[in-house]
DNA sequence: CATGCAAGTGAACACTGTTTACAATATGTG
DNA sequence: CACATATTGTAAACAGTGTTCACTTGCATG
């Protein structure tokens, strides 16, 4: 037979879930490999039949992971017109509501992504910023956006998003900013700060068309 | 005699010091409480006399570390125009050179800040927002700056910067983006990005206001 | 059946942060 | 000065880590 009917459906997969259930479970201690064996009905040694290493163990959890993601932006992506910063504005939350939901994970999407210096086009996440230059691309093209390098708006855009995540799933804003300390706090930062992102911190020359600032 | 004349110029900060110059000498291998020990002269137990933890003291060096960063800001800001988004610029050329400088330093003011969800006030880092908020409001009662929420202002600049910072510092720009690959390649891309930030994505409405853009 | 290979075991190794019992050294006090 | 008392250091141990290695399994195939 192929395929055992259901009881050890294969240990290398089994091992990745359940390392991600471990990381993702105790905020505190950390996921040794002893652990992780244990959880997985296994002897410690064992595990290094199917990775090289703790880190590569890590690592392939991250392009689990990242993989998850991928597929949440894609498909968050059909259900927004081409052309209009609400796509991008979409990819963004989901971005974010996968940072709020899985913080070790999004953490371990950086981190600890291996090597220094690894080249950009190798990390995990680098298939989400392509489809965030891709949307873009779209909306200078249609003119919703000023002409510009599609690639440096959305590395623009991306270490925006990045930095605020990053800053949000470390520290506890309730004091500095009570209006962001709730649950849905990291989506309205970037609510709030979305007109910067659109017209620019300098004031519109001309007032008429000048747009609802950011008020309270 | 209340001080030593140069020999053992009190052990504390002498560990402190120490235990920097090893995090930003080696990469690869982890610093150890006996690699600090021996490095300092010392046993590894003998430590235990200066600091509770690792951890603590690890995180003297973060708050050390932060106190250069921070003087470092402040005197930047005495060589500029008050009301002038070059002094905010200058801010980020200063964050991005202590970043390029001091990479390690600057991965530990995040990552190993101590307990998970500690209030943003007591960031390392926390002063240097406050100094950006501090010039961002500047900005705005002259009229450089449209009107807005100066701290939100100083959040959406400071997230921004971060996210570049730390994925610069991880990743290996030269592929993607050749024309930042080289060595001053961080502060290149904020420069070029300045517009983003000024004008916003969106088309200016008065053509004959346009600046020039982002183009090669 | 025999062979060979993948998967798992259990004990070890070298290493980590940390603690503990103990010695030395400085410091103030009668 | 002599004595008591912290302070600072040492040496060795402890528990826990990632990892390796000789050794058993179990199973598919020649």
Not at 38 to 47: E, F, H, L, M, Q
Not at 159 to 165: E, M, N, S, T, V
Not at 168 to 175: G, K, T
Not at 193 to 206: A, E, I, M, Y
Request: glycine share 6%; net charge positive.
């Amino acid at each position: 037979m192929t395929a055992a009917l259901d009881a050890r459906p294969d240990t290398r997969t089994r091992l990745i879930k359940v390392t991600r259930q471990l990381l993702a479970r105790s905020e505190t201690e950390p996921v040794t490999m002893r652990l992780v064996a244990r959880a997985s009905g296994i002897t410690p040694g064992a595990i290094y039949r199917h990775f090289k290493s703790r880190d590569e163990l890590i690592e392939q959890v991250v392009v689990d992971t990242a993989a998850r993601l991928q597929a949440d932006l894609w498909q968050a992506l059909a259900k927004f017109p081409v052309a209009s910063y609400e796509r991008i504005a979409e990819l963004g939350r989901i971005y974010v509501d996968f940072a709020r939901k899985h913080p070790s994970d999004y953490a371990m999407l950086f981190g600890h992504g291996g090597d220094p210096k690894r080249k950009l086009r190798t990390a995990p996440f680098w298939k989400s910023i392509e489809a965030l230059e891709h949307c873009v691309r779209d909306c200078i093209e249609a003119g919703v956006f000023a002409p510009a390098d599609a690639k440096l708006v959305a590395l623009f855009l991306w270490g925006r998003l990045h930095g605020l995540i990053t800053l949000y799933l470390q520290f506890n804003f309730s004091d500095e900013f009570p209006e962001f300390g709730a649950a849905g706090g990291l989506g309205a930062i970037f609510e709030a700060t979305r007109g910067f992102v659109l017209d620019g911190l300098r004031p519109r020359s001309n007032p008429a068309r000048q747009r609802k600032r950011a008020h309270s």
